[in-house]
């Protein structure tokens, strides 16, 4: 997480995850993909395996999203990355995720 901050600081870099607090304008988790013609799940590398899901902050409860890659999906859907997926090359900026002991 420190390197991901002083990319910020020191060079100007931005994320890149959708971020609704940071950037609320431009915020979405989701994009039609021209090259696929699907809704693609935004993320650094098409390596990272991900389950759409909508959060219920009343029950403390994840579901999967209505729709698919096709039509697109519901208002409120995320794209949760799994996690584990070491072998996946990516951005500093793409997370805040915890890293593996960084040389």
Known sequence: MLVHEWGHFRWGLFDEYP???GDPDNYQEFYFSPITSQFEGVRCSYDYQAVPLIFFPDNLFYRECNGDPDIG?????????????DDVRSSIMYGTYPLEPVS
Do not use: T
């Open 19 to 21: 971020d609704a607090v």
């Open 73 to 85: 999906y519901e208002d409120g859907c995320v794209y949760y990355v799994l996690v584990n997926q």
